[in-house]
């Protein structure tokens, strides 16, 4: 079908990304950030290759920026979660930036999902407040790239017709709550596999509801 291009290569990014996670049981290993940032490259090379399909050119750079700026992000934390924090943090925001420019002209203020942006933000408030004792000279830094992602999140819930950006958004939001509470507030077993599942399935979800997805409009000029 005209549109929904390189699914073999979306396949591909999936397995590489959860055979990351299962992997994570066998670390250390040399090069573990290579199949870690392998799921955001190879989406990032399935939207130049359908440039101008699904995204616009503009659009199609901007997706293609999320992704390095993830793969870059990624291998900072797979290096060291703790040392390399602020420059995840940095990376990571680009992504953010990137996503909320993405999302915005694809809102739907009407959504009843609404109801879900007070809550989310009395998380955040909450959690700054108890990372806020613990963080140190990053709680700038920390406190500057969670409204970000509080933002993206609100933007991703408030994308019409699209269910994959909707839990997307949400999970990416999680993910990144959960790395939050893990470094600064209180440390849980599995928190790596836990997380980056949650993270990959986020990446992927977007992904999917970016470049894959077709919404009731487009469905109903297949008729």
Same mark, same amino acid.
């Given at each position: 079908?005209k549109?929904?291009?390189n699914?073999?290569?979306?396949? *591909?990014?999936?397995?590489?990304?959860?055979?990351?996670?299962? #992997?994570?049981a066998?670390?250390p290993y040399?090069f573990? /950030?290579?199949l870690?940032?392998?799921?955001?490259?190879?989406l990032a090379?399935? &939207?130049?290759?359908q440039?101008?399909s699904? *995204? #616009?050119?503009?659009?199609? /750079?901007v997706?293609?920026?999320a992704?390095? =700026? #993830?793969? #870059?992000?990624?291998?900072?934390l797979? *290096?060291?979660?703790?040392? /390399?924090?602020?420059q995840a943090?940095?990376?990571?925001?680009i992504?953010q930036l990137? +996503?909320l420019y993405?999302? *915005?002209p694809?809102?739907?203020?009407?959504?009843?999902r609404? $109801?879900?942006?007070?809550?989310?933000a009395?998380?955040?408030?909450?959690?700054l407040?108890?990372?806020?004792?613990?963080?140190?000279a990053l709680l700038?830094?920390?406190?500057?790239y969670?409204?970000?992602?509080? &933002?993206? &999140?609100?933007? =991703?819930?408030?994308?019409?017709?699209?269910? $994959?950006?909707?839990?997307?958004?949400?999970?990416?939001?999680? =993910?990144? =709550?959960l790395?939050g509470?893990n470094r600064?507030?209180?440390s849980?077993? +599995?928190?790596?596999?836990?997380?980056?599942?949650?993270?990959?399935? !986020?990446?992927l979800?977007i !992904?999917?509801?970016?470049?894959?997805?077709?919404?009731?409009?487009? !469905?109903?000029s297949?008729v």
């Amino acid at each position: 079908m005209k549109g929904i291009r390189n699914p073999g290569l979306f396949t *591909l990014a999936l397995v590489c990304g959860y055979a990351y996670v299962v #992997s994570i049981a066998f670390k250390p290993y040399d090069f573990s /950030y290579l199949l870690k940032v392998t799921p955001v490259l190879l989406l990032a090379l399935i &939207a130049f290759l359908q440039k101008g399909s699904k *995204l #616009s050119n503009r659009q199609t /750079y901007v997706f293609i920026l999320a992704m390095l =700026a #993830s793969a #870059s992000g990624d291998v900072f934390l797979d *290096l060291d979660r703790n040392l /390399y924090l602020k420059q995840a943090l940095g990376s990571f925001l680009i992504t953010q930036l990137a +996503y909320l420019y993405l999302f *915005l002209p694809m809102r739907d203020l009407t959504t009843g999902r609404r $109801w879900l942006m007070p809550p989310l933000a009395v998380i955040v408030v909450f959690l700054l407040y108890l990372i806020s004792h613990t963080a140190g000279a990053l709680l700038v830094p920390v406190v500057v790239y969670c409204l970000v992602l509080l &933002a993206m &999140a609100f933007s =991703a819930l408030l994308v019409k017709n699209n269910l $994959w950006i909707n839990i997307g958004g949400m999970a990416f939001f999680i =993910a990144d =709550a959960l790395i939050g509470v893990n470094r600064f507030i209180i440390s849980f077993e +599995y928190s790596t596999t836990v997380i980056v599942t949650i993270y990959i399935s !986020a990446q992927l979800m977007i !992904a999917w509801g970016l470049l894959f997805h077709r919404g009731r409009e487009s !469905a109903r000029s297949l008729v």
